[in-house]
């Protein structure tokens, strides 16, 4: 598991890897934090109450790390533990979506060096390799 920074003109991307879809989301949320260089307040810690459902893993991953940057803007909040569930679709059932049910721990966020914008779908793909899951998720700056 893991992520690393890699090259983009414009924006910031971010190489994410890891052995599932759940690991892959914290591995992202982790990324992305640092990329913003949060840090956090030494206050209480907190929890929130998360979910989310998408018709794809990649639409997951974009509502979930949106999710994270709406409550780091509007509530100046940033979690660096996760508990993460996820229910990946039937194949039976046709259209049935990918089901999220997390806890997210963090606390205030105490330090922002630079506020990201956006997450993106730019040439966004979640890919199965001999490891597990990888992906590249480009950020709005």
């Not at 922002?112 to 779908?121: D, G, L, N, Q, S």
Request: glycine residues 6%; charged residues 20%; negative net charge.
């Amino acid at each position: 598991m893991g992520y690393e920074e890699v090259p983009h003109t414009a924006d910031w991307a971010l190489r994410v890897w890891a052995p599932d879809l759940s690991a892959l989301l914290c591995e992202a949320a982790a990324g992305m934090n640092e990329l913003a260089g949060i840090e956090l307040a030494a206050t209480p810690r907190q929890t929130h109450a998360i979910d989310l459902s998408a018709p794809d893993a990649e639409v997951l991953l974009v509502a979930f790390l949106s999710e994270m940057l709406y409550l780091a803007e509007q509530d100046g909040l940033a979690f660096d533990r996760l508990d993460l569930a996820i229910t990946p679709p039937d194949n039976a059932a046709g259209d049935a979506p990918y089901i999220l049910h997390g806890v997210l721990h963090g606390a205030p966020i105490a330090a922002m060096v630079k506020a990201i914008k956006a997450v993106t779908f730019h040439n966004l793909r979640i890919e199965r390799t001999v490891n597990g899951l990888e992906s590249v998720v480009v950020f709005d700056v």
